[in-house]
């Protein structure tokens, strides 16, 4: 069953000094998939600054607002409207021969292929003390491993808010054991990369009251190559596997590559943003 | 005779300072000139050749090369204290103009004059041609290759070169995997560091392809040798170096975005504190552009304007002086205030032309330097035109054992470093540094690359201390500028001077000076 989903997104900045110029880049549009068709895509602020819709720089769509005019306080909305398909995580055929898979995957061809996602980042820099945390059982194949995987990502962090923040690094992740999804999610992409699948950051927004982990803010999980297969999508704040609850905005090497809200502002002093997010889905 | 010498320290009190600060020195040579007398190769007289080196000016009999007979004709009429006053005379016009430069870190971090040498580096017609078709032979075959390692990279596929060259490297940028800069050019402008090894061959250091500089010294010092020398110079059939800017200027625009018809170029600089800036302001004044900083442009819809009093003017062909991660904060570093926020959008949708493209530093990586002539022979079929210094990958079991046998005899290089970082020169270590190498190497051979021991040919340089003409290493910087379908090599070039003795370092940054090079008509 479809769902039509109402997404409805509220970022507040305050300035403690006048800005006299600003650039702010939004990633937060859903992205046009095979299993996802945006409706209507709205988006205003409270100064009536004019909008551009642009790209990142991996091609997904932008918000981009640009001030030159003094402020101090300046709220965005923007509301998107979209028809998800069902998702059936499971949906598709074996992967085959186990051992041919893994030998794709060692093969060059892969690796040239898929570079980018099988790369270390700052942010999912593997320390070398622990180049051993999750191994993968080459017996078994390469979506049940990762099943594992996201399974032991799951159990090994603890769900929770304002303790880790966007410089906080994989060593301290691994060793304090708490964070927030884009930390789950670093982790799970940096292992995966570590047994040789290509791994993608995700961005977008969960549906909300199904009680799942961060779904009051936007939302981040993994995307995986297996060979044969294609693109599997992962959720290890939840344990799940990316389904009709996960609206797709933007992928990456990392949250770098597609953090929601990228601005460059010229004043001096300390700024707050607080971001609402609301997610509601109805059946279709 | 008095007033008029009044009336000109009035006009120009800067000038006149200046030159006094030097003049006890020359006052006190100019009256010696009178007792000048006409000995043939008087300002040579104390020139020592060390004949294990390569001079530049004598042939392999040990006589002067036929290019450089009229210039010892014409000098020998002169003494070195002629020389010395003209040398003077040509630094202070150097600073007068402003074209100095700043060492970054040095403490009193005073403007320099980049030190200049009158006494020129002349290249025979048929010497310049090997030059200029191997440089132009290196920046189609690291065009191809950019084309490639952002599209299907089938050097990599077919085992040409590894993996390494993109999946290890900090300038490979992955955001231009499948963007098609207009013409296919990814390299508009190349410098080419070649040298000429003891073997009289011509060898390149170091293809560089980010924003090499130094092109507005070649042109200056051309200006202030003329100007010192005009008697000597019009005694040679030279190629000018001054079309550059215009050369230049053409084939930026013929790198234009699609559907523009006169395009707008502007020169792009980190500012004015930035090393180079003389020659981001030289090129855009002489190329007849706008010079512009980060805060002089904004992207609107995609599309690049300046901001100019008579409003936004937009701009289709931008010369960058600023490195990739600094081009664009919300792409790149976000804390970078030099680049223009949305630029990346907008060259990726085409609407502006950058030159050098994002992402061409992968190619003037020191690994991919190894592989040049692989590189040159997969794209163009061609056997490389200048000799790369060969390079053994310990990587490779047989390449390691000589080099664990011959380490005395090679320079040992880390892969992975820049900047010079961990490199041992063989033949200046110790016994036990050398084993320390080969127990370093022998441990992670991947890392490692040896290459002989190259020595810099020489040229007779004037040095201040001991005012005579010594031998110094020189290199040779060239510049190469490609357009769609069209390419040119300026006729000259940095030949960049290691003042200290013995040093190889030639780099401005570590005390270096240049020559004019002169490159004869056929």
């Known amino acids: 069953m479809a769902l039509e989903y109402s997404i409805n997104y509220v970022a507040n900045n305050r300035y403690e000094n006048p800005v006299k110029e600003a650039h702010w880049q939004f990633t937060i549009i859903p992205e046009a998939n095979s299993s996802q068709e945006q409706i209507t895509v709205s988006f205003q602020n409270s100064l009536h600054i004019p909008h551009d819709i642009s790209i990142n720089g991996y091609g997904f769509q932008t918000l981009r607002v640009s001030a030159r005019q003094p402020l101090s306080e300046v709220v965005f909305e923007a509301s998107f409207k979209l028809m998800k398909k069902e998702v059936n995580p499971f949906d598709f055929q074996p992967e085959g021969n186990i051992e041919q898979t893994y030998k794709k995957m060692g093969g060059l061809d892969f690796k040239i292929d898929f570079e980018p996602f099988l790369r270390c980042t700052r942010l999912t820099n593997l320390p070398m003390?622990?180049?051993?945390?999750?191994?993968?059982?080459?017996?078994?194949?390469?979506?049940?491993?990762?099943?594992?995987?996201?399974?032991?990502?799951?159990?090994?962090?603890?769900?929770?808010?304002?303790?880790?923040?966007?410089?906080?690094?994989?060593?301290?992740?691994?060793?304090?054991?708490?964070?927030?999804?884009?930390?789950?999610?670093?982790?799970?992409?940096?292992?995966?990369?570590?047994?040789?699948?290509?791994?993608?950051?995700?961005?977008?927004?969960?549906?909300?009251?199904?009680?799942?982990?961060?779904?009051?803010?936007?939302?981040?999980?993994?995307?995986?190559?297996?060979?044969?297969?294609?693109?599997?999508?992962?959720?290890?704040?939840?344990?799940?596997?990316?389904?009709?609850?996960?609206i797709k905005v933007a992928h990456g090497k990392d949250y770098n590559d597609c953090s929601p809200l990228k601005g460059v502002v010229y004043t001096v002093g300390t700024n707050e943003t607080s971001h609402t997010v609301k997610v509601k889905g109805e059946q279709q | 005779m008095l007033t008029k010498f009044y009336l000109?320290?009035?006009?120009?009190?800067?000038?006149c300072k200046i030159?006094?600060?030097?003049?006890?020195?020359?006052?006190?040579?100019?009256?010696?000139?009178?007792?000048?007398?006409?000995?043939?190769?008087?300002?040579?007289?104390?020139?020592?050749?060390?004949?294990?080196?390569?001079?530049?000016?004598?042939?392999?009999?040990?006589?002067?090369?036929?290019?450089?007979?009229?210039?010892?004709?014409?000098?020998?009429?002169?003494?070195?204290?002629?020389?010395?006053?003209?040398?003077?005379?040509?630094?202070?016009?150097?600073?007068?103009?402003?074209?100095?430069?700043?060492?970054?870190?040095?403490?009193?971090?005073?403007?320099?004059?980049?030190?200049?040498?009158?006494?020129?580096?002349?290249?025979?017609?048929?010497?310049?041609?090997?030059?200029?078709r191997g440089a132009i032979q290196r920046s189609k075959a690291l065009n191809l290759f950019l084309w490639d390692v952002y599209h299907e990279?089938?050097?990599?596929?077919?085992?040409?070169?590894?993996?390494?060259?993109?999946?290890?490297?900090?300038?490979?940028?992955?955001?231009?995997?499948?963007?098609?800069?207009?013409?296919?050019?990814?390299?508009?402008?190349?410098?080419?560091?070649?040298?000429k090894h003891n073997d009289g061959k011509y060898y390149v250091l170091e293809d560089n392809i980010r924003c090499p500089s130094g092109v507005s010294y070649v042109i200056c010092n051309r200006t202030a040798l003329k100007r010192a020398l005009f008697g000597v110079f019009n005694h040679y059939q030279t190629h000018t170096v001054t079309n550059y800017a215009e050369n230049l200027l053409e084939l930026l625009e013929s790198v234009k975005p699609k559907g523009v018809d006169v395009p707008t170029c502007v020169v792009i600089t980190p500012g004015m504190y930035n090393s180079a800036f003389y020659e981001h302001s030289y090129l855009a004044k002489t190329m007849g552009v706008e010079l512009v900083e980060g805060r002089d442009l904004f992207v609107e819809n995609d599309?690049?304007?300046?901001?100019?009093?008579?409003?936004?003017?937009?701009?289709?062909?931008?010369?960058?002086?600023?490195?990739?991660?600094?081009?664009?904060?919300?792409?790149?570093?976000?804390?970078?205030?030099?680049?223009v926020p949305g630029l990346f959008a907008a060259y990726k949708k085409g609407n502006v032309t950058l030159a050098n493209a994002p992402g061409t530093g992968v190619a003037d990586d020191k690994a991919v330097y190894t592989y040049m002539p692989e590189i040159i022979k997969y794209y163009l079929d061609e056997e490389p035109i200048l000799n790369n210094v060969y390079t053994y990958h310990c990587s490779r079991p047989d390449e390691l054992k000589y080099v664990l046998e011959h380490i005395p005899e090679l320079v040992i290089k880390p892969v992975d470093e820049a900047g010079g970082y961990g490199i041992s020169i063989g033949n200046r270590l110790t016994k036990q540094e050398v084993e320390r190498v080969k127990i370093e190497v022998e441990a992670n051979p991947r890392k490692y690359v040896a290459q002989p021991i190259m020595s810099l040919s020489v040229h007779p340089t004037y040095i201040d201390e001991s005012e005579s003409f010594e031998q110094r290493h020189v290199d040779l910087r060239t510049f190469t500028v490609m357009g769609k379908d069209k390419e040119f090599v300026l006729k000259g070039g940095l030949t960049r001077v290691a003042l200290q003795k013995g040093n190889l370092i030639v780099n401005s940054s570590q005390g270096g000076g240049s020559k004019d090079t002169w490159v004869l008509k056929k």
Not at chain 2, 178 to 184: A, E, I, L, Y
Request: glycine share 6%.
């Open chain 1, 129 to 246: 003390e622990y180049g051993d945390i999750f191994r993968f059982d080459f017996s078994k194949a390469v979506f049940d491993n990762l099943i594992d995987l996201n399974k032991w990502t799951y159990e090994h962090l603890y769900f929770k808010t304002n303790v880790t923040n966007v410089d906080t690094t994989l060593k301290e992740i691994i060793e304090k054991r708490h964070g927030v999804c884009q930390d789950f999610t670093h982790l799970f992409c940096t292992l995966a990369r570590a047994n040789g699948v290509p791994a993608r950051y995700v961005s977008g927004y969960l549906h909300q009251g199904n009680g799942y982990f961060g779904d009051s803010q936007m939302h981040a999980w993994a995307e995986t190559y297996i060979p044969n297969i294609g693109w599997v999508g992962f959720d290890p704040t939840n344990n799940l596997l990316a389904n009709t609850n996960h």
């Open chain 2, 8 to 15: 000109k320290t009035k006009k120009f009190p800067n000038k």
């Open chain 2, 19 to 132: 030159f006094i600060s030097e003049a006890p020195k020359n006052r006190y040579l100019l009256g010696k000139n009178h007792f000048m007398t006409n000995l043939e190769n008087q300002i040579f007289s104390s020139y020592q050749r060390n004949p294990e080196l390569y001079d530049e000016i004598y042939d392999q009999k040990g006589d002067i090369k036929e290019v450089y007979q009229k210039l010892f004709e014409l000098y020998g009429e002169h003494s070195i204290e002629d020389y010395v006053n003209l040398n003077a005379k040509a630094k202070s016009s150097f600073f007068n103009q402003g074209i100095t430069f700043q060492v970054y870190g040095d403490n009193d971090s005073k403007e320099k004059i980049f030190p200049f040498d009158l006494f020129p580096r002349i290249i025979a017609p048929e010497e310049w041609d090997i030059i200029e």
């Open chain 2, 153 to 195: 990279k089938k050097i990599i596929r077919q085992g040409v070169v590894p993996m390494d060259l993109i999946g290890s490297s900090v300038n490979y940028l992955d955001k231009m995997n499948g963007v098609d800069p207009t013409g296919g050019i990814y390299n508009h402008i190349s410098g080419t560091d070649v040298i």
């Open chain 2, 303 to 339: 599309f690049v304007y300046m901001k100019t009093i008579r409003g936004p003017e937009k701009v289709d062909v931008i010369y960058r002086r600023i490195d990739d991660l600094f081009i664009d904060p919300l792409e790149f570093r976000p804390d970078s205030t030099l680049g």
